[in-house]
């Protein structure tokens, strides 16, 4: 979704993208998109919510499919194991067989809970979301603002379907200017500090920069 499309300048230098080292070439095409599902796509990311969701409640859960020797055993099964005539997780579903009602178990319009929130960025909080990703903050350090703005006109117009995106920048925007904005410990001191504690926010940085305008 390109989403490097809008890194400032300073994060882009700091941080080089890296490409990933691909899977064998040897094997076939199912099993190279899964090991990029396990290894860099979905799974990370999905473990990373299931961690803090759980954790938020002081739930420690288990994810027995994860087992390393059931992976290792999955993905050294041949394909037509996996995937066959339309029906994925082939396997899983020949085991359960007798476990399951049929209605249950060959289902094939499994679909994930989903907030409509593309229509709500682009109808009714079109403008919120305007409002705070063009005004001045600790955003714009991180992101190129012109290339941030012209990617959220392309969204909102209906050009782009970058949703996920323009929600991820919205929760950065908050999470900066609640917690880097306001916090004196990670900006700069003034050049004579009064004392002790004499850090300035980043709020304060920026209305001197704008006074000297």
Do not use: C
Request: charged fraction near 30%.
């Amino acid at each position: 979704q390109g989403k490097d499309r809008v890194l400032a300048p300073a994060l882009r230098r700091a941080h080089p993208a890296l490409p990933a080292s691909p899977p064998p070439a040897e094997r076939g095409a199912l099993w190279r998109q899964l090991a990029f599902d396990v290894q860099q796509r979905f799974l990370p990311s999905l473990l990373r919510y299931e961690d803090r969701n759980s954790m938020a409640f002081s739930i420690e859960t288990r994810l027995p499919f994860l087992d390393y020797r059931l992976v290792e055993f999955v993905f050294a099964l041949p394909d037509e194991l996996k995937l066959g005539r339309g029906a994925t997780k082939v396997i899983l579903r020949r085991a359960l067989g007798d476990s399951l009602p049929d209605r249950v178990r060959v289902r094939s319009d499994k679909m994930g809970y989903e907030t409509p929130a593309d229509r709500w960025l682009r109808t009714r909080f079109a403008g919120e979301a305007r409002r705070r990703l063009e005004r001045e903050g600790p955003l714009h350090h991180y992101v190129s603002r012109p290339a941030l703005l012209a990617e959220l006109e392309a969204f909102l117009a209906g050009r782009r379907d970058i949703g996920l995106q323009v929600w991820r920048w919205l929760n950065l925007e908050a999470w900066l200017r609640r917690f880097v904005a306001r916090d004196p410990r990670l900006n700069e001191r003034p050049e004579r500090p009064a004392g002790a504690g004499g850090h300035r926010s980043y709020e304060d940085v920026a209305a001197g920069l704008a006074s000297w305008t």
